[in-house]
């Protein structure tokens, strides 16, 4: 995946079957789609892939057990059968993990027991495990660091665990592989319509160049998640507003708070919320909230309620009671949901499932949804663009579709951190033993190595010291200081391999470091 190429791509193109606006989940997701069926398939991005919301997930494919409790059974059926899909189509990825919610009152085994039976019924042949009541010393012997105080035992089941941005960046070389055209910081900056107001096509400016083109397609997608407003504006400044951005935060701790390789879930918090703590990364990723804020943000900020009832839980349920200090980095997402007929209300009353709008101009927006299903959105997307008559019917081929990186899960050797690169392993240990430097550390007390920047920018489009270090390695995820500690020899390493000189350098890595303080607790005032 290789920018110039891309270029090439475009430059030879008069005309695409199909232009997708954003490079998250929906968007990469519906140009694997649109490309394997075998439409002229063009994507844009205006920063990154994966920059916004989708890389800052909880790192589950999941059904959705609360979505179960509030009755919505459809969502959640879909969601388990594209979680197993998943969990087969990107095993590099997608793996099970261990669920296991304490029992603090004796009436909470039979009835989450009972509860998750039906979730293990809706996952049919997809299933990943059976799920099953456990006693108290069971429970203390998977979750070692759990409260033991009035607690009467617990129940296990079992769900999907994977690396966000590092599935959009597979994603995307997916795309490619089958002729689609994928960029990253190439902005949209205008839409092109004919004499009959139908769009035909898209301005797009590359933030990396400068370039400016004038791109002609018979669809165009939206795909933007929070920001989808912003292109409906564009497309009609007196659009209804369709999207309600409902901000998350996840903190990320030491290992040491929950030890082992299960994951603890609680189903319902103080205020109804679910937590949940999970291994990633030999990590503890600990959250999330569910806010409605007024408006999107590329970088959101958490708020102190957030970050005071993500810790305060937290201690609740844990022996090793969490602290800002402990704080290895805390990120915040916000999902686009679907907004609802009625202006206010909760995030409880905001739909989960995906929806497609069709405007009088032609464009196509998706709105809602969430990681598991991108698939099954996908899907749905090409599948309504083919019904608006402009492009010719192709059946979809996704739902057996190995992604870049598969591999078969017996052969994925987890306690190798260069796993998430599946497929792709022996090309960076190439790199590795061809130049030893490569080999050495990002830095010391992570195992990223040199060559695994070397990679990112030669077959990962990365440009930017932030693609690196947040997306393409997760550094910035799982420690913050690390990775503001990484940023100038992360900086050298690009400019050598992009051509650029001690300037760039300096303020690449001057640049990267401001935007990471973000990711600091310290910084953050209470």
């Not at 800002?324 to 999902?335: E, P």
Request: hydrophobic share 40%.
């Amino acid at each position: 995946m290789k920018r110039g190429d891309q270029l090439s791509k475009l430059n030879n193109n008069s005309e695409w079957d199909i232009i997708i606006i954003g490079g998250g989940s929906s968007g990469l997701g519906a140009a694997v789609d649109a490309a394997t069926r075998g439409y002229k398939t063009v994507l844009f991005e205006a920063h990154d892939f994966a920059k916004a919301t989708s890389s800052r997930s909880t790192k589950l494919l999941h059904g959705g057990v609360r979505y179960l409790a509030q009755g919505d059974i459809a969502l959640v059926k879909e969601a388990l059968r594209e979680r197993g899909l998943l969990e087969r189509n990107a095993s590099h990825l997608a793996k099970k993990q261990v669920f296991v919610i304490p029992n603090y009152k004796w009436i909470d085994g039979p009835f989450y027991t009972i509860g998750l039976k039906i979730y293990d019924m809706l996952s049919k042949k997809l299933s990943l495990g059976k799920s099953e009541h456990i006693s108290k010393s069971k429970a203390l012997e998977m979750l070692p660091t759990v409260e033991p105080n009035g607690l009467h035992g617990g129940v296990i089941y079992y769900d999907g665990q994977f690396d966000d941005s590092r599935m959009a960046v597979n994603l995307a070389q997916t795309a490619v592989e089958n002729g689609g055209a994928i960029f990253n910081y190439m902005k949209v900056t205008g839409l092109i319509k004919d004499n009959k107001n139908q769009i035909v096509g898209v301005k797009v400016k590359d933030e990396i160049s400068g370039s400016e083109y004038e791109v002609k397609g018979k669809v165009v997608l939206n795909a933007t998640g929070v920001f989808t407003n912003d292109i409906l504006n564009m497309n009609d400044p007196n659009h209804k507003k369709t999207v309600v951005p409902s901000q998350g935060i996840h903190l990320v701790l030491d290992k040491s708070f929950l030890p082992g390789d299960n994951a603890l879930m609680i189903p319902k918090t103080s205020d109804g919320r679910v937590l949940f703590a999970v291994p990633w990364h030999n990590r503890l990723v600990v959250g999330t909230t569910d806010v409605l804020v007024d408006h999107p943000s590329l970088e959101p900020r958490a708020l102190e309620q957030e970050i005071e009832f993500v810790l305060s839980t937290a201690s609740q349920y844990l022996v090793k009671k969490p602290t800002r200090k402990d704080v290895l980095s805390i990120f915040a997402g916000q999902r686009p949901l679907a907004a609802p007929d009625k202006e206010g209300g909760s995030t409880k009353e905001v739909s989960r499932n995906h929806k497609i709008l069709v405007s009088e101009t032609g464009l196509l927006s998706i709105i809602g949804g969430k990681w598991t299903t991108f698939r099954q959105m996908a899907e749905d997307f090409i599948d309504k663009a083919i019904d608006t008559g402009k492009i010719d019917r192709k059946p979809c081929k996704t739902e057996n579709l190995s992604i870049h990186g598969n591999i078969p899960a017996d052969q994925v050797d987890r306690t190798n951190h260069l796993y998430v690169y599946g497929s792709d392993i022996p090309a960076i240990k190439k790199l590795q033993q061809e130049n030893p430097e490569l080999a050495q550390k990002i830095h010391p007390n992570h195992e990223y190595t040199k060559a695994e920047i070397v990679w990112a920018v030669r077959e990962e489009m990365a440009q930017k010291v932030e693609d690196i270090l947040a997306r393409r390695v997760r550094l910035l995820f799982v420690d913050a200081r690390a990775a503001i500690d990484s940023a100038e020899s992360v900086a050298k390493i690009i400019a050598k391999e992009l051509g650029y000189d001690e300037n760039w350098i300096a303020n690449e890595t001057k640049e990267f470091q401001e935007l990471a303080k973000g990711y600091l607790l310290v910084n953050y005032q209470k």
